[in-house]
């Protein structure tokens, strides 16, 4: 019932910059949190930012001053604007959901733990 949908990730130079985009689809009445993981190989998946739907903001400390995430309430929507990136950000990120309320039929339900697929960010030295 919810799906979500990563774009943008792509090869930049270190230094350079990306944006992640996730839209989150279904019949969505509300989302409390969105978030972007990333997994590197070999490694475990780690957060690197979230937002609630009041636009609270939590930052992996490995990125702060660097990336900035942002969401769009009305179109269940969030984003991830990456600057000044580094080979050691190289990764697969995914995109996450939790504390959604979604429509079935003319109930609602409530669910957590949503991923998307996963895009991949590879930073060239």
């Known amino acids: 019932q919810v799906q979500l949908v990563e774009s943008g990730g792509g090869l930049v130079q270190a230094g350079g910059s990306l944006r992640l985009s996730c839209a989150a689809s279904g019949r969505l009445f509300s989302i409390s949190t969105m978030g972007w993981y990333r997994q590197a190989p070999g490694k475990q998946r780690e957060l690197v930012a979230t937002?609630?739907?009041?636009?609270?903001?939590n930052y992996a400390h490995s990125v702060k001053g660097r990336f900035t995430i942002g969401r769009d309430n009305a179109k269940n929507t969030v984003y991830l604007q990456m600057s000044s990136l580094k080979p050691e950000d190289t990764a697969v990120y995914y995109c996450?959901?939790?504390?959604?309320?979604?429509?079935?039929?003319?109930?609602?339900?409530?669910?957590?733990?949503?991923w998307g697929q996963g895009t991949q960010v590879t930073v060239s030295s």
């Open positions: 937002i609630t739907v009041g636009g609270s903001t």
């Open positions: 996450h959901a939790d504390g959604v309320v979604y429509w079935s039929g003319s109930r609602q339900y409530s669910g957590s733990d949503y």
